[in-house]
């Protein structure tokens, strides 16, 4: 079994950075697709960044594109989401997501389709 551990989130406000930790316990991720999710209250949860495989691209929503960034430290068994320029519409509960397949284009934002979830951890946005 996989757990995920979501940790950095907070209260900031506009223009404000973040920078989100996920703690990986049990099982090796490096071949896995990582991504983040979000979901605001009254919305759908929604894709926010997805690396699709080890090699493969990494996605990104188009709200967030050139805001936020993706990376790991395998090492440490940690995945980070760096957040840039935070606005209002940015809040939301976001989670961190694994899945033993590799993902692409068409179907990384396909909530329904990982299998391994953290408990997330809130972000708030003030104006």
């Known amino acids: 079994q996989v757990q995920l551990t979501e940790s950095g989130g907070g209260l900031v406000q506009a223009g404000d950075s973040l920078r989100l930790s996920c703690e990986v316990s049990g099982n090796s991720y490096h071949d896995y697709a990582v991504a983040w999710f979000r979901q605001a209250p009254g919305r759908e949860r929604e894709g926010v960044v997805c690396?699709?495989?080890?090699?493969?691209?990494?996605y990104y929503a188009d709200f967030v594109l050139g805001r936020f960034t993706l990376s790991m430290d395998n090492s440490k068994n940690m995945v980070y989401l760096q957040m840039n320029n935070l606005t209002p519409e940015d809040t939301a509960v976001y989670y961190c997501?694994?899945?033993?397949?590799?993902?692409?284009?068409?179907?990384?934002?396909?909530?329904?389709?990982?299998?391994?979830w953290g408990q997330g951890t809130q972000v708030t946005v003030s104006s």
């Open positions: 997501v694994l899945d033993g397949f590799s993902r692409n284009g068409y179907d990384w934002d396909d909530a329904d389709q990982y299998d391994h």
């Open positions: 690396m699709g495989s080890t090699d493969g691209p990494t």
